[in-house]
């Protein structure tokens, strides 16, 4: 069943933190949340990006994107013609400030097995934060053993390989970690599923601005939380 469908405003019914939303993604999930991290960062207490590179690494250009925003070396990496941007985004309002940015906390893996996104663009990546951020208010995490997928204590393929649906036994809990660090101090891990997974009409809610993202998305939704608990949002 559809939650969000059978829902007339379903956001009324979640006793939700909106304030408090923390947001991950691996790989092109992760540039996505860099550049909803740098948009909306008053929204924002936290950000999560695993096998990513920094804002705006493309400038647009989909040879750059491609190459100097995977793994080519040789491609350059212009962190200064990025800030500008940056700058130019901030002064007109498309950005958030530097000060709204301040305030997250920001969590960044890369593994060094991976042979999608090279480690020096990951390295741009801390770089770009480290313009914000004293490095103690940032976690950065580069794995040795890890290709390009999302790391888990046992689940996944073996921990050097990358193959779908991309998801690495590795013996680290990277869900835990960066949630731990974006969200606070967690429960211990249930043993079972204290909720459900709902798919979510997003055509339906976006409109036609949503029309390029895929027609279903899922929320998982702890039964307390359906009872009116308080929760947090995280956006993967």
């Not at 909803?36 to 400038?59: I, T």
């Not at 013996?171 to 429960?187: I, K, P, S, W």
């Not at 307390?224 to 608990?229: A, M, N, P, Q, T």
């Amino acid at each position: 069943r559809s939650f969000w469908a059978c829902a007339e405003d379903p956001l009324e019914q979640l006793n939700l933190h909106t304030e408090q939303v923390t947001i991950s993604g691996l790989s092109s999930g992760a540039y996505m949340a860099g550049q909803y991290h740098l948009a909306h960062a008053e929204q924002v207490s936290g950000v999560a990006m695993l096998a990513g590179g920094p804002y705006y690494c493309a400038q647009g250009n989909l040879g750059q994107a491609m190459a100097a925003c995977l793994h080519k070396e040789d491609a350059p990496i212009h962190l200064d013609a990025i800030n500008r941007t940056i700058d130019d985004y901030q002064s007109r309002g498309l950005l958030a400030s530097d000060s709204a940015i301040k305030d997250s906390k920001v969590w960044i893996f890369h593994g060094d097995k991976d042979e999608t996104v090279g480690r020096h663009v990951a390295e741009h990546l801390v770089k770009q934060y480290q313009q914000w951020f004293k490095q103690d208010n940032i976690t950065v995490i580069f794995d040795d053993e890890a290709n390009h997928h999302f790391p888990t204590m046992s689940e996944g393929h073996a921990c050097d390989i990358s193959v779908s649906p991309f998801i690495g036994a590795c013996q680290f809990d990277a869900a835990g970690a960066l949630l731990t660090t974006t969200v606070g101090q967690l429960n211990a891990p249930s043993t079972s599923a204290q909720g459900e997974v709902y798919p979510i009409k997003q055509h339906q809610l976006g409109g036609d601005s949503a029309k390029s993202i895929a027609k279903n998305g899922y929320v998982y939704i702890p039964d307390v939380c359906l009872d009116g608990e308080p929760c947090s949002l995280h956006v993967s």
